[in-house]
């Protein structure tokens, strides 16, 4: 094969690799839209269990097509760190930009992976659940006594605000 050959070979590659890298990032997107629209369709209906869930086998989906994102990226860099060619030097830089990127948002989507995991755990315990309710008779224990307090009924007003204390 003559050098011209190759080179345009190379080109040929590159291009079929640019487009398979804008479909893993379509890919992507589209896997993060869809757990997103089932954790807010499942949390709006009240099953935080099934929204918790929906989440993290989303986000391990998402972190999983990030990961071949990362080694298809480490292969066309490979293969054109063999060359000396100034465009493929360039397109080296290219690369490596996106990997650092690729890698970036590698990190993010395991934290949030974590943090999913964490509050799907929370949410078939029943933790969430808790919080929740506790938040909720907190401030009608703090409500209760502000009007107590404005009614001059001092006693009943730290009374509730007892109630609170034991309660936090």
Known sequence: MAGE?????????????YGTLRQMNSE????????????????????????????VEGLNNVYTSQQEKIKSLRSQMDALSKSSDIKDVNELKKL???LKTAEAQAKLFDTQLKNASIAYERAQTG????????KILSEITKANSAVFEKQ???????????RRLIAE
């Open 127 to 134: 933790i969430h659940e808790l919080a929740t309710e506790h």
């Open 152 to 162: 001059g009924l001092q006693f009943t007003a730290n009374a509730e605000k007892a």
């Open 28 to 55: 992507i997107n589209s896997q993060t839209r869809e757990w997103k629209a089932q954790f807010s369709a499942l949390s709006k209906s009240g099953d935080w269990v099934g929204a918790y869930k929906a989440k």
């Open 96 to 98: 490596t930009n996106e």
């Open 5 to 17: 050959d190759i080179v345009a070979v190379a080109r040929l590659n590159a291009t079929e690799f």
